[in-house]
Each structure stands twice: as structure tokens, then as C-alpha cells.
């Protein structure tokens, strides 16, 4: 099992923009795909972003496309989220998770942390 600790949310008007940060501990971080996925009030969670275990593969939801960059950064068991050009419909809360394969983390594979909210007024 591994353990997340998300970061970096708030509120922020239309247009803004926003870094978050995902902290991971336990077992081997470099070895996994990551990725990020989002919990809208009253909505499923849903994929948003994930990225290889090396970082030469990235893929997103179409609604962010364009918007959102993933990155991650090994030696310090981290994945950011950086979000541009945000929109309400953002309004979230974001988390992220261990994906079962080195290539693609759309569906999370440990359990869930405590996310980090991210609100978008327009």
C-alpha cells in the first residue's frame, strides 16, 4: 500500500491558476504510474491527469486538456498538477493514486487520501 497526501488547493478565480502537490510514501513511488482525479459535488470521481513511471507518458480527460500539466519528480516521491486557465466546472476535490501499471494510472489502485479542494468562482 502506498499513502498520499495532497496539496496545494483553494479558491481561485476563473481564469486562475494553481500547483498541486501530491506526496507519496510507502512502497516503490519510481515504479508506477501516477495519477490525479477529481470528486465534483455530487458526481463520481473521475480520471483527470496521469503520467508514467519515468514521465515520458502523459495523458488527460479531454475537459482538461490543454489546461493541466502533470509532472513528477522521483527522488521526492511527488506528482504536481499544475492547472491553467481554470473554470468552475474545476470546482473539485482533487486527488491522486498509484496506477497498477508502470504506463497508466486511470483507475486508482490504493486507498484514497484526504484530497485537497479546489474551488473556481466565476
Known amino acids: 500500500q502506498m499513502q498520499f497526501e495532497e496539496s496545494g488547493g483553494g479558491l481561485v478565480q476563473a481564469g486562475g491558476s494553481l500547483r498541486l502537490a501530491c506526496a507519496a510514501s510507502?512502497?516503490?513511488?519510481?515504479?508506477?504510474?501516477m495519477g490525479w482525479f477529481r470528486q465534483a459535488p455530487g458526481k463520481e470521481r473521475e480520471f483527470v491527469a496521469d503520467i508514467s513511471y519515468r514521465g515520458g507518458q502523459t495523458s488527460y480527460a479531454e475537459s482538461v486538456k490543454g489546461r493541466f500539466t502533470i509532472s513528477r519528480d522521483n527522488a521526492k516521491k511527488t506528482v504536481f498538477l499544475q492547472m491553467k486557465n481554470l473554470k468552475p466546472d474545476d470546482t473539485a476535490v482533487y486527488y491522486c493514486?498509484?496506477?497498477?501499471?508502470?504506463?497508466?494510472?486511470?483507475?486508482?489502485?490504493?486507498?484514497w487520501g484526504q484530497g485537497t479542494q479546489v474551488n473556481v468562482s466565476s
Open positions: 510507502g512502497e516503490t513511488f519510481s515504479s508506477y504510474a
Open positions: 493514486n498509484r496506477g497498477f501499471t508502470a504506463v497508466t494510472a486511470k483507475v486508482g489502485r490504493d486507498s
